[in-house]
C-alpha cells in the first residue's frame, strides 16, 4: 500500500484523496499521511516574509526523503522549480480552470467598474503576483495581506475585513464552496496571468523510486506537462518564488500551437509580453528576453 504526503487543509486533503481515486482507478490502494508545513504553522506573516522557497512543500519532501512516505501530492504552483537532491516530480494532473476569482462582498460589488470593484475598495491577498496586476489596473485599491485556508479567508470577507480577496477557480471548485453570500468575478488567464502551473497537481517521488513512478506514469497528462514545464521555466529562469510577482500562463490549441502570456513586475513596473509558437521549445527563454528588453 502506497502512503501518500499531504498537508491537512481542507484543499490539500481533497487533492491527496483525488490522488487515492486515481490510484485506485489503476489498481493500487493507498492511505494519507498528514504533515504540517512552514506555511500551515505559520499564519501571521505574509508570504513575501517567510523565509526561503517551498513553505508548503519543505516537511512533506523531507518525509519522502526519510522513506515515511512513498509520495506526496502538491499543488504545482506551490513547487519550486528545482527539485531537491534525491527527488523527482513524477507526473501531473489534467488541469483544472487555472484563472483567478475576485470574490466580492455585495455591497463592494459595481457592475460598470473596472474588475466590478467600488472605488478605493480594500483587497485580500497575500500574492506579490496578484498585488502587482492588481494595481495595474485599479492603482486605487488598498491592498491587506491575507492568510488561513480558504474557509477562513471567505469568513473575514464576510465579516468586512475586506471588500474584496482573490482565490484560485480550481481551489473554490474543487472545494464545491457556496459563494451565494458574495460576488464573483472571473479573471481571463490571459488578462489576469495566474501562477505558473495554477490548477495542476504534481506527485512528487523519490527519484529512484521506479515501482512507483512506474504507477503514476500511468496517471501522468503529457499534454499539461508540456505547458506548465514553459511557465515554470520562466520561473526558473526569473529566479523566483512565490515572492516574485510573476504570473505565467500557457496553452495548446487545437490544431497543437502554444500561446504563452507572461506578467511580471521589474524594476516597480508592471511589464507583460506574450508570445505563439508551434513549438514549445525555446519559448520559455524567448519569453523572458522579451520580458527585460520591454
Not at 24 to 45: F, M, P, Y
Not at 86 to 102: F, M, Q, W
Not at 146 to 169: S, Y
Request: net charge neutral.
Amino acid at each position: 500500500m502506497l502512503k501518500i504526503g499531504t498537508r491537512g487543509s481542507k484543499l490539500a486533503l481533497w487533492q491527496a484523496e483525488f490522488t487515492q481515486a486515481e490510484l485506485a482507478r489503476v489498481g493500487v490502494e493507498s492511505e494519507l499521511v498528514i504533515i504540517k508545513t512552514q506555511g500551515d504553522l505559520v499564519q501571521h506573516l505574509g508570504f513575501d516574509k517567510l523565509e526561503g522557497k517551498g513553505f508548503f512543500t519543505k516537511e512533506i519532501e523531507e518525509a519522502l526523503l526519510r522513506g515515511e512516505v512513498d509520495l506526496a501530492v502538491h499543488s504545482m504552483k506551490d513547487l519550486p522549480t528545482s527539485q531537491p537532491d534525491g527527488l523527482a516530480i513524477s507526473a501531473v494532473s489534467y488541469r483544472h480552470n487555472p484563472s483567478d476569482l475576485l470574490i466580492i462582498r455585495k455591497e463592494s460589488y459595481v457592475e460598470k467598474a473596472l474588475l466590478k470593484l467600488a472605488p478605493n475598495a480594500t483587497v485580500g491577498t497575500s500574492a506579490n503576483r496578484r498585488k502587482a496586476q492588481l494595481l495595474a489596473f485599479r492603482p486605487d485599491a488598498k491592498l491587506k495581506d491575507i492568510r488561513g485556508n480558504v474557509p477562513t479567508r471567505l469568513e473575514k470577507l464576510r465579516t468586512g475585513d475586506f471588500d474584496a480577496i482573490f482565490l484560485a477557480t480550481a481551489g473554490v471548485e474543487r472545494l464545491g464552496l457556496d459563494m451565494s453570500d458574495f460576488e464573483v468575478f472571473e479573471l481571463p488567464a490571459r488578462e489576469f496571468v495566474p501562477a505558473p502551473a495554477q490548477g495542476v497537481l504534481a506527485w512528487q517521488t523519490n527519484r529512484d523510486d521506479t515501482a512507483t513512478r512506474l504507477i503514476l506514469k500511468k496517471l501522468h497528462h503529457p499534454e499539461v506537462s508540456a505547458c506548465t514545464n514553459v511557465e515554470r521555466k520562466v520561473l526558473q529562469l526569473m529566479e523566483g518564488g512565490c515572492q516574485l510577482p510573476l504570473g505565467a500562463y500557457c496553452e495548446r490549441d487545437a490544431s497543437g500551437n502554444f500561446h504563452a502570456f507572461v506578467a511580471c513586475e521589474i524594476e516597480g513596473e508592471l511589464r507583460r509580453t506574450r508570445l505563439s509558437s508551434s513549438t514549445s521549445f525555446g519559448m520559455a527563454e524567448k519569453l523572458v528576453a522579451q520580458l527585460k528588453d520591454k
